[in-house]
Nanobody
Framework: QVQLVESGGGLVQAGGSLRLSCAAS????????MGWYRQAPGKQRELVAI???????NYADSVKGRFTISRDNAKNTVVLQMNSLKPEDTAVYFC????????????????WGKGTLVTVSS
């Protein structure tokens, strides 16, 4: 089955950097938009950054200029480079991908990873 697995979370001091990776596996025909979302304690899940299959990107205002999203279509991976981290970036970060399977059902479906925790200390 199709799976998304995130890695790279951890504890970092304010001003530091982390690199999150997400790998999609399984019966995949193609992947449309991929993205990162986050959910802080007591808050709703929010968009961090997305990237289309052609490389167009969009970022939340709160991370513009600090975070960079990229993808490798050949490897079905998406990466979030996070610099100048702030305590308010602390959250569980989730990977999401719009995937067309190579086996039934073959229409596009959204898949989510289980999340990786990022903690930024002040």
């Amino acid at each position: 089955q199709v799976q998304l697995v995130e890695s790279g979370g951890g504890l970092v001091q304010a001003g530091g950097s982390l690199r999150l990776s997400c790998a999609a596996s399984g019966p995949i025909f193609s992947i449309n938009t991929m993205g990162w979302y986050r959910q802080a304690p007591g808050k709703q899940r929010e968009l961090v950054a997305i990237i289309t299959s052609r490389g167009s990107t969009n970022y939340a205002d709160s991370v513009k200029g600090r975070f960079t999203i990229s993808r490798d279509n050949a490897k079905n991976t998406v990466v979030l480079q996070m610099n100048s981290l702030k305590p308010e970036d602390t959250a569980v970060y989730f990977c999401k991908a719009a995937i067309v399977r190579s086996t039934a059902p073959t229409y596009v479906l959204d898949y989510w990873g289980k999340g990786t925790l990022v903690t930024v200390s002040s």
